[in-house]
């Protein structure tokens, strides 16, 4: 499986990004897509996830604030951020698998100033 992500970049706090991951390839093996995200010198942590019937699940620190989205049709997860914190600056990566994260994409950075 192949993942593209796109939408990230530099944001006031407060402010708004969206993120897209299209996945190609073996998508038939898919069935749960979602978003990790890395900050320097931290651990990868969950942000969200989400099946293809639309079950979510979302880390307590975006609850509220991030709505993570599927168009299954288009084998795209969509990650949409408000009222974004300086603490949300991380490297974002999208990722699939069936189960349980399977294969991750390269990564996009999300950095959010005071």
């Known amino acids: 499986v192949q993942l593209q992500a796109s939408g990230g970049g530099l944001v006031q706090a407060g402010g708004s990004l969206r993120l897209s991951c299209v996945a190609s390839?073996?998508?038939?093996?898919?069935?749960?897509m979602g978003w990790h995200r890395q900050a320097p010198g931290k651990q990868r942590e969950l942000v969200a996830s989400?099946?293809?019937?639309?079950?979510?699940n979302y880390a307590d620190f975006v609850k509220g604030r991030f709505t993570i989205s599927i168009d299954n049709a288009k084998n795209t997860v969509y990650l949409q951020m408000s009222s974004l914190k300086p603490e949300d600056t991380a490297v974002y990566y999208c990722?699939?698998?069936?189960?349980?994260?399977?294969?991750w994409g390269k990564g996009t950075q999300v950095t959010v100033s005071s």
């Open positions: 390839g073996s998508i038939f093996s898919i069935n749960y």
């Open positions: 989400i099946t293809r019937s639309g079950n979510t």
């Open positions: 990722f699939v698998g069936l189960m349980g994260p399977r294969d």
